[in-house]
């Protein structure tokens, strides 16, 4: 069964640096996403994608982040200089067009300190 | 705004023993509407979604849910928990397209 794939499942990283996560979405899909749940809270969404361009934003992405599909199968999220709210599980998902459910990966957890 | 809400943060039910799940939401038209499961450290596992027709839905896992238009609701149950059924219960609620979630409740079986 096709599946999100999310790398790493875990990302140390000190304040300050740059990190980029990884996704590979399911691959006839066409729309794309990222959310993330700071520990023990609930699951917030970022920001999607279509069409090579942003679609929509939340407030949480800021200028801090951006997001890339850089080769027809990645769909990258890159935070620029971390700060330690940073540190939370990040899910990516994606869908096809027929509007139905998104597909989430494993997430990654990334850690700042 | 768009919004879901589950009033209940914990619950503890034995195991064998009925389970409901509250859910509420508050959209303009009918959303399409979601329950995730998250198990400790893993991610988010759809157990069923309602988008249009039967109210009542059946998912995953022995789990169903019923949307009633009337009180804003998709509850989720389960006529009999397992132990592995433990776990991180989210609604999620989809008016543009993005999903809206809710606070979550942790499940918690005992033996």
């Known amino acids: 069964e096709p599946e999100v794939t999310q790398t790493p499942s875990h990302q140390v990283t000190q304040m300050g640096q740059e990190v980029i996560l990884r996704c590979v979405p399911i691959s006839n899909h066409l729309y794309f996403y990222w959310y993330r749940q700071i520990l023990g809270q609930k699951v917030e969404f970022l920001v999607s994608?279509?069409?090579?361009?942003?679609?929509?934003k939340s407030e949480i992405f800021d200028d801090q982040f951006s997001v890339e599909r850089p080769d027809g199968s990645n769909f990258t999220l890159k935070i620029r200089s971390t700060k330690l709210e940073d540190s939370a599980m990040y899910f990516c998902?994606?869908?096809?067009?027929?509007?139905?459910?998104?597909?989430f990966g494993q997430g990654t957890r990334l850690t700042v300190v | 705004a768009q919004s879901v809400t589950q009033p209940d943060i914990h619950i503890t039910v034995s195991e064998g023993a009925s389970l409901e799940l509250r859910c509420n939401y508050s959209?303009?038209?009918?959303?399409?509407l979601f329950w995730y499961v998250q198990s400790p450290g893993q991610g988010l596992q759809l157990l069923l979604k309602?988008?249009?027709?039967?109210?009542l839905v059946q998912g995953i896992k022995g789990f169903e849910a019923e949307f009633k238009r009337s009180q804003s609701s998709f509850n989720l149950r389960k006529p009999s928990v397992h132990w592995s059924d433990a776990a991180e219960y989210f609604c999620?609620?989809?008016?543009?397209?993005?999903?809206?979630f809710g606070t979550g409740t942790r499940l918690q079986v005992f033996p």
């Open positions: 309602y988008f249009s027709g039967d109210t």
């Open positions: 998902a994606s869908r096809d067009d027929s509007n139905t459910e998104a597909f």
């Open positions: 994608f279509y069409n090579n361009e942003i679609s929509e």
């Open positions: 999620a609620g989809k008016g543009t397209d993005k999903l809206i």
């Open positions: 959209y303009g038209a009918t959303p399409y």
